[in-house]
């Protein structure tokens, strides 16, 4: 497998927005560092806004489906005109049994946009290979956005 971690459209980048206006826009840039990875990993603290960010994120690919947390179905569903998204939440997953119920591996190895909050509870279930969006709470409405590509 090629590397692209030394590829320079894959340097990581910090964008800081001071109120949720400025969403749609880091949502913009955010698809375009992806440069065609469809995989997505939101890590921050409980209210940072991962899923408010999703669903910015999901505006930018065309959807139009209501984007709300999967938390009690683990997994949600959309279409967009760039094929489907799903939208994966595990905070309240126990076990990884739990994600091979759901049949994570048909969701993660589809090809689709895969957007997943809470990745550390099936770190070890990860793609080799896929983008990290660290949010981090820096005021109020402020908030920080760090973009890497992350290959195990």
């Known amino acids: 497998m090629v590397s ?14 001071n109120n949720l ?4 826009s ?4 955010l698809l375009s560092f992806a440069n065609g990875n469809r995989f997505f990993v ?21 959807v139009e489906d209501i984007v709300s947390s999967p938390t009690f179905s683990i997994v949600n569903e959309y ?3 760039a094929g489907l ?3 994966f ?12 119920d759901i049949g994570y591996e048909e969701y993660f190895y589809s090809g689709e946009y895969c ?17 990290k969006v660290a949010i981090t709470i820096t005021g109020n409405t402020q908030r920080t956005f760090s973009f890497s590509l992350v290959s195990n």
């Open 4 to 17: 692209l971690l030394n590829d320079p459209i894959f340097v990581p980048m910090n964008l800081t927005i």
């Open 21 to 24: 206006t400025e969403l749609d």
């Open 26 to 29: 880091v949502a913009a840039q």
């Open 42 to 62: 939101f890590e921050g603290e409980m209210a940072a806004g991962k899923t408010t960010f999703i669903k910015a994120f999901c505006a930018t690919l065309g």
């Open 79 to 81: 279409q967009s005109p």
């Open 85 to 87: 998204v799903y939208h």
């Open 89 to 100: 939440d595990f905070y309240r997953l126990k076990n990884l049994q739990e994600a091979f």
């Open 115 to 131: 957007l997943v909050e809470w990745p550390q509870k099936v770190e070890e279930l990860l793609p080799e290979q896929y983008i």
